[in-house]
């Protein structure tokens, strides 16, 4: 086994399984711009290695990823929120279209960019604790980094427009029901689960994977490079707004936000 300790992050590898764990448990695993640069480091180092078969992430402590960092939002200019979500849509870009498979494995809550995270694995493995949504509405701004795109292709359009317009949380069972996830597993057991698929994954042949994957990738996709630019230019558009500024600062301050809508 090959551990690789970063900052904000764990990359290990066993055999043929990269591992990657988000660690700022402190902070939920909130993704600022430092884990964003380091898990980009990372995608670049697995584009190289031909050894690795199948990558699978998850996170540390209580939470998958709790969303963006909002202390680092929260008196962003439109210039500075756009910066932001460039940044995240290039690497999580470069997540989806990782050439093997990809497991995210949830081990808690997946808010957010944590959310969008998910959304570009090829698998979804919850554990029975995993709550999953896209809450930026409650902060006067809406996902800035494909969440309004990869959601509706994957649960539908009634159900993205009733979890981004309410910012409401599912949980495991719910993000069954509606294929928001692929399965559930005990909390204890997530890893190992993930790990036994990642196993299933190696046994088949690698190139006509990677030929499987570009083939989904490229039907999906054919019209998202245009819908991901105009919800990047409508995330931006948000920090012109009162509302943005109160609610980041209602999240820090662990209050409910009074919005003028404005």
């Not at 551990?3 to 990269?18: C, G, M, P, R, S």
């Not at 711009?33 to 699978?56: C, F, M, P, Q, T």
């Not at 920090?239 to 980041?248: A, I, L, P, V």
Request: charged content about 30%; overall charge neutral.
């Amino acid at each position: 086994m090959k551990k690789v300790e970063y900052k904000n992050l764990n990359f290990t590898l066993e055999d043929n399984i990269a591992i990657v764990t988000l660690n700022r448990p402190k902070y939920y695993n909130a993704l600022n711009s430092e884990l964003i640069g380091e898990l980009e480091k990372v995608l670049a180092e697995l584009e190289n290695n031909d050894k690795v078969r199948v990558l699978i992430i998850t996170g540390s402590g209580k939470a998958f990823a709790a969303g963006a960092d909002v202390t680092e939002l929260m008196e962003a200019d439109p210039w500075g929120a756009l910066e932001n979500c460039t940044r995240a849509h290039r690497v999580f870009d470069r997540l989806e279209t990782l050439p093997i498979p990809t497991i995210a494995a949830i081990n808690g809550p997946a808010l957010g960019g944590g959310c969008e995270l998910i959304l570009c694995c090829d698998f979804r493995i919850a554990a029975e604790s995993a709550r999953i949504g896209l809450p930026e509405i409650t902060l006067g701004i809406i996902p800035g980094a494909g969440g309004t795109q990869r959601l509706l292709r994957l649960v539908g359009l009634p159900r993205a427009k009733e979890m981004i317009f309410l910012g409401s949380l599912v949980n495991a069972e719910k993000a069954l029901e509606i294929g928001l996830v692929d399965r559930i597993v005990n909390d204890q057991e997530l890893l190992e689960e993930a790990k036994k698929l990642a196993g299933k994954l190696i046994e088949r042949p690698k190139i006509a994977l990677k030929l499987a994957k570009n083939a989904i990738n490229f039907w999906r996709d054919k019209d998202l490079e245009s819908s991901k630019k105009f919800e990047m230019a409508q995330f931006a558009l948000a920090f012109c707004t009162q509302d943005q500024k109160e609610g980041m600062r209602a999240f820090v301050e662990k209050r409910k936000p009074s919005f003028v809508h404005k």
